[in-house]
């Protein structure tokens, strides 16, 4: 079983509509989760770091914490065809602080 | 401030032989990190190094190698190159602490 799961989609959404991208964790020894955006044939660009439970907001992006459920989530508000892209979660602990476990990734579409 | 720099940005090589790709972190940043993504693995975390010294380690054979110089600039070697070394390798730059990771737009290696 992977330590991270992340519910893999595709997503395919109609412009405006709220997104919400999920990953389950196993280990509870993470204690830093992010949430990351990959376009095509770029490299993982950072959205959202967060240390403890609870939600933390930027823009309209809103990331989650549940430790108790060992469950995260990253909503997308008022979603963009820009937005269209694959995101990752991923997490860590701070005993290998510069190693982060990832999900395989959600697959997002925004239709115009 | 300049971003996470890898070079180069594609490489082919051919079975057997071997490669090393270069990683400049953002400035400031002391810590590194390199990934190999593939579509049926997605991120995979290979190792990372801390003030010229290896932290932490992953779960890949001896073939894969890095290291880091003083100027915090790193480089990875892959030795007998084989068909299922073909991956995107992802450089992150660490923020003090070796948490929060920031990526490079990473060097597409095709295996022939």
């Known amino acids: 079983q992977k330590e991270v799961e992340q519910d893999p989609g595709p997503l395919s959404v109609p412009e405006g509509a709220i997104v919400s991208l999920n990953c389950t964790y196993s280990?509870?020894?993470?204690?830093?989760f992010m949430w990351y955006r990959q376009y095509s044939r770029k490299g993982p660009e950072l959205l959202m770091y967060?240390?403890?439970?609870g939600n933390k907001e930027d823009g309209r992006f809103t990331a989650q914490v549940d430790k108790s459920s060992k469950y995260i989530s990253l909503f997308i508000r008022d979603s963009q065809p820009s937005d269209s892209a694959t995101y990752l979660c991923a997490m860590g602990g701070n005993t290998n602080a510069g190693k982060s476990t990832f999900g395989d990734g959600t697959t997002l579409t925004v239709k115009p | 401030k300049a971003g996470v720099t890898q070079t180069p940005r594609y490489l082919i090589k051919t079975r057997g032989q071997q490669v090393t790709l270069s990683c400049s972190p953002i400035s400031g940043h002391r810590s590194v990190s390199w990934y190999q993504q593939t579509p049926g693995q997605g991120l995979q975390f290979l190792f990372e190094y801390f003030s010229e010294t290896q932290r932490n380690k992953g779960n890949f054979p001896g073939r894969f190698s890095g290291r880091q110089f003083s100027n915090s600039r790193s480089e990875m070697n892959v030795s007998t190159l084989e068909l299922g070394d073909s991956a995107l390798y992802l450089c992150?730059?660490?923020?003090?602490?070796?948490?929060?990771?920031?990526f490079g737009q990473g060097t597409r290696l095709t295996v022939v």
């Open positions: 967060t240390y403890s439970s």
């Open positions: 992150a730059s660490l923020r003090q602490g070796g948490t929060e990771a920031f």
């Open positions: 280990n509870s020894a993470f204690q830093y």
